[in-house]
């Protein structure tokens, strides 16, 4: 079992930064890969952000350039640096793991809410 919590998000201006953070915990070997996804009022999950156990990043094209995901293996938690924020990057954001047997598992969600 794994198990994520993420912190960090809140209420931002449009053009402003945060950083969300996800710290795993339990059998954190056996994840191969983390991610952020996000769900907006009325609309379906959706990947932002992953990263691989060897460090490979890949990104949504809403969030190209602006979004920067990244893993601190120590201590086992995974960021997410989002700069110049949109009123449209506004969602509750979720933590995601993939095990090695291509299992995920989910955080809680953090609500980010971007004002115009």
């Known amino acids: 079992q794994v198990q994520l919590v993420e912190s960090g998000g809140g209420l931002v201006q449009a053009g402003g930064s945060l950083r969300l953070s996800c710290a795993a915990s339990?059998?954190?070997?056996?994840?191969?890969?983390m991610g952020w996804y996000r769900q907006a009022p009325g609309k379906q999950r959706e990947v932002v952000a992953t990263?691989?156990?060897?460090?490979?990043?890949g990104y949504a094209d809403s969030v190209k350039g602006r979004f920067t995901i990244s893993r601190d293996n120590a201590k086992n938690t995974v960021y997410l640096q989002m700069n110049s924020l949109k009123p449209e990057d506004t969602a509750v954001y979720y933590c995601n793991a993939v095990n090695t047997k291509l299992y995920e598992y989910w955080g809680q969600g953090t609500q980010l809410t971007v004002s115009s």
């Open positions: 990263i691989t156990s060897a460090g490979t990043t």
């Open positions: 339990g059998s954190v070997s056996i994840i191969r890969s």
